[in-house]
């Protein structure tokens, strides 16, 4: 149909001619009232929100010398981030001398993966990167 045609025709309803698909070839156009079209889109994009699922990286942070009390604690809320849905990442920071004890830094998050095992599994395995050794848990699937 002729645009003008179709101005015409919508506004003998009272209603807006309203463009639909503007990319397609011709484009789509509907008439329709205005304010509706703007409530069922915005309805639409509410709906699309809801569904969508954010996950957010949290960080722990380690140093080779961590004591059993502050590696208990740091586990613990891991634990808890991994039960929540989010994804953790175990950072071990070395400094100067520890270099040369990465050992030490692996044996950290090794023991962490085995108490993490039941919530979460590991998405990139230990690693170097600098002067700071990391891993990443993702909580398991639920069904």
Not at 6 to 22: C, H, Q, S, T
Request: glycine residues 6%; aromatic residues 8%; charged residues 40%.
């Amino acid at each position: 149909m002729d645009t003008r045609d179709a101005v015409n025709k919508a506004r003998e309803m009272g209603l807006d001619l309203v463009e639909i698909a503007p990319r397609a070839k011709p484009p789509v156009c509907k008439i329709i009232d205005y304010g509706k079209f703007l409530y069922e889109e915005k309805k639409r994009t509410q709906e699309s929100k809801k569904k969508q699922t954010t996950v957010t990286v949290k960080e722990i942070k380690f140093r080779p010398g961590t004591d059993d009390h502050d590696y208990g604690y740091r586990a613990k809320r891991a634990h808890e981030w991994l039960l929540a849905g989010d994804k953790v990442r175990a950072t071990i920071a070395f400094r100067g001398r520890e270099m040369a004890h990465r050992d030490l830094g692996r044996k950290i998050l090794e023991r962490l993966a085995l108490e993490l095992e039941e919530v979460g599994e590991i998405e990139i395995s230990p690693k170097m990167e600098g002067y700071q050794m990391f891993t990443i848990f993702t909580p398991k699937k639920t069904k």
